[in-house]
């Protein structure tokens, strides 16, 4: 995904982070809010321009991606949060692809469809492998970033605008409509583009037809919502 962007010419900074299980919540947003704290302050050393970042991620990563959006707007409590939220870099768009955006209830995709028992099985396996037993749900705001979208908590700080493409077959296609739906409410910017037919991360198969589109889709949200410049600086999750 990172050398998608790169070759369109962007300059990519792609981070690695503590895996669960061994890294339980919040390791893994703590090591990407380290990331970000080190991009706000050596951007310009790389050719980089603060004024132009945009995140991207998809699947576990589109969690990390809107989860750094969000503490990037909202003052929230958690370490990670106030680490990133007092860099004072906010981006000028988030990507965050077939995302899941709510790490609790699991379930939850059960309910709103009927689902292979395996398959929601691995669904509520994301969540127990992530998340401690006893986690309070007062502390998951950078787990379930979609749910502080979807509270009535006003930001510190705009919204950046959003491009969300899923395919329509994958099992987490509730938590982009979701996702479009909390921005719409906020009245910021989200493209949610929906590709008939497709799995879980389908975009990574380049040679699919609805890959090449999401990814032309992809630039062209970009050429619009990042002013002309010949670098500017991704981070890629």
């Known amino acids: 995904m990172a050398l998608a ?3 369109r010419g962007f300059l990519v900074v792609n981070v ?4 669960s299980p061994g890294h339980r919540y919040p390791a893994a947003i703590d090591d990407c809010a380290e990331a970000y704290a080190w991009l706000a302050e050596h951007a310009r050393e790389h050719g980089g321009d ?3 970042v945009i995140i991207a991620g998809e699947s576990a990563g589109a969690n990390l991606a809107t989860a750094l959006t969000v503490a990037a707007c909202f003052r929230l409590d958690a370490p990670a949060a106030r680490r990133v939220f007092e860099t004072g870099l906010v981006p000028i768009a988030t990507i965050p692809m077939c995302g899941v955006l709510q790490v609790s209830d699991a379930a939850r995709f059960g309910r709103r469809r009927t689902l292979p028992a395996w398959l929601l099985d691995r669904l509520v396996e994301v969540q127990s492998s992530y998340l401690a037993d006893d986690a309070d749900p007062a502390t998951l705001d950078l787990a379930d970033p979609l749910v502080v979208l979807e509270r009535d908590l006003s930001p510190e700080r705009p919204l950046p605008a959003f491009f969300a493409g899923v395919g329509t077959a994958d099992p987490l296609l ?3 409509r979701r996702l479009g739906a909390a921005l719409a409410r906020r009245g910021v910017r ?3 583009r929906y590709y008939p037919g ?3 991360a389908f975009h990574a198969l380049v040679w699919r037809e609805n890959a090449k589109r999401l990814w032309r889709d992809t630039y062209a949200f970009l050429d619009e919502v990042v002013p002309a410049r010949p670098v500017v600086a991704p981070l890629g999750l």
């Open 50 to 52: 603060p004024s132009r």
């Open 16 to 19: 690695n982070y503590r895996l």
């Open 190 to 192: 989200c493209e949610t």
């Open 198 to 200: 497709e799995p879980h």
């Open 174 to 176: 509730d938590d982009t």
């Open 5 to 7: 962007f790169a070759r």
